[in-house]
């Protein structure tokens, strides 16, 4: 989950997607209040123990609330609606399907009488927040004539996104992707994570295959006729 983390806000800084400063920070067993761990539960009510060690941040925005439906009907208060195309575009290149009507995992954040979208949790990237060379190795797309793969589509966001215009800025940046971005990303791994050569390898094709079939991806959605593009 941690390296979804990474690489979700890596790439989302590739592509021009606004995010939240983020980065690695040393958590120490003193800090952590339950026997040198930190206990949580899960949605599933299951328990999680969250170890000192090296752990993604990402910076808590102020003043800041998570994106509802009914914000997007304020279409003037809300700048770069058009970053939601962006959103889905990450989401296909990284096969992220966690994003929900009720809980998008995007920040508004309201600044002098503006808001803007904000990314945030990329945990469930390549499908799963614990994956392996296995879900590397077909890192082919999703059917143009299927709907987009998200568990619960957030057909609210999807329908404010005007296609193709919306998208234009984001496919492009993603056709301008090489080898040498991906990798400068995926290097920030740090080795306490324990990815391996071969992982890190095999990301960086699984992430430069994906990008490079994108573009006609999309634009064979855009194509189909009596169905929205995200249908």
Same mark, same amino acid.
């Given at each position: ?31 952590? #209040? ?28 102020? #003043?800041?609330?998570?994106?509802? #439906? ?59 927040? /614990? ?11 999703? %059917?143009?004539?299927?709907?987009? !793969?998200?568990?619960? !589509? ?14 234009? !800025? ?26 391996? /050569? ?6 960086? %094709? ?26």
């Amino acid at each position: 989950m941690l390296t979804n983390e990474w690489i979700g806000h890596g790439l989302a800084g590739l592509l021009g997607i606004r995010h939240a400063p983020y980065g690695l920070v040393e958590v120490s067993p003193e800090v952590l #209040p339950d026997g040198d761990c930190l206990l949580i539960h899960d949605d599933d009510g299951d328990e999680v123990r969250l170890l000192p060690g090296v752990h993604f941040y990402s910076r808590w925005m102020e #003043p800041a609330q998570d994106l509802k #439906p009914e914000d997007l009907s304020l279409s003037g208060m809300v700048a770069d609606l058009g970053m939601l195309a962006g959103v889905v575009v990450l989401d296909t290149l990284l096969d992220q399907r966690d994003r929900k009507p009720l809980n998008p995992n995007l920040l508004l954040v309201r600044q002098g009488g503006r808001a803007s979208l904000y990314l945030m949790d990329m945990g469930m990237a390549i499908r799963s927040a /614990v994956w392996g060379m296995g879900d590397l190795l077909d890192p082919g797309l999703p %059917d143009a004539e299927a709907p987009l !793969p998200y568990s619960v !589509p957030p057909t609210d966001l999807l329908r404010v996104v005007r296609a193709p215009q919306d998208f234009a !800025p984001y496919l492009a940046a993603v056709s301008a992707l090489g080898r040498a971005d991906l990798e400068q990303v995926v290097d920030g791994l740090p080795p306490a994570w324990g990815i391996t /050569v071969e992982e890190r390898e095999a990301l960086v %094709d699984y992430l430069l295959h994906r990008a490079q079939a994108l573009p006609a991806y999309f634009q064979a959605r855009f194509a189909r006729q009596r169905r929205e593009w995200w249908e």
